[in-house]
């Protein structure tokens, strides 16, 4: 495969995966072009590869590649801490994962949408339904600030559903849910 100079490029890749089931060679392979990536693209690549290490069932090359998307500082389409903690809980290292939750928790303020849907999506597989309805509140909240309707609308069904499963009664947020469909 020639030099990669986008992230479409990866899509491919990624598309491959999905489709041969083949996630070890995905994730060598992004890994090997995130250590020549630009540096514009160099933790996106380095996000993705450990995305594929993930679905390979490997959470310590998964981890080495967030790490190196964390350090690398680069602009990336979500937070790679959420996917290190993902991957820190499979290697059943709870605190380290813990502290890193307490660090994006510091940075609510701060962190997009997308990132909170991700750590909604993450508390829900802990079975913590609250810190998931939480998270995806603040997303709810983030989309509303900067008025992104795609990620919205996602957010206020994930919102939904956790709200139903605890019980919750309908509230404003719910409401929105409901004009918009």
């Avoid at 590649?65 to 059943?92: C, Y």
């Avoid at 909170?116 to 509303?144: H, N, P």
């Amino acid at each position: 495969m020639g030099r990669v100079t986008n992230v479409e490029d990866l899509d491919e890749i990624e598309f491959q995966a999905a489709r041969t089931g083949n996630h070890v060679r995905a994730a060598a392979q992004m890994s090997e072009l995130a250590r020549g990536a630009e540096p514009g693209l160099r933790a996106e690549f380095h996000l993705r590869a450990g995305e594929q290490w993930m679905s390979a069932d490997d959470p310590q090359r998964a981890a080495d590649e967030f790490a190196a998307a964390i350090e690398d500082g680069g602009s990336t389409f979500a937070d790679p801490r959420v996917h290190l903690v993902r991957a820190l809980i499979d290697l059943g290292r709870a605190p380290e994962a813990s502290a890193l939750l307490g660090d994006l928790t510091a940075d609510r303020d701060a962190v997009t949408p997308r990132t909170c849907d991700l750590l909604a999506e993450l508390f829900t597989e802990q079975g913590d339904l609250r810190g998931a309805q939480e998270w995806a509140t603040a997303g709810v909240e983030r989309c509303i600030e900067r008025a992104d309707d795609a990620e919205l609308q996602l957010l206020l069904r994930l919102r939904y559903r956790l709200r139903v499963d605890l019980g919750l009664p309908e509230d404003d947020y719910d409401r929105m849910l409901d004009k918009n469909q």
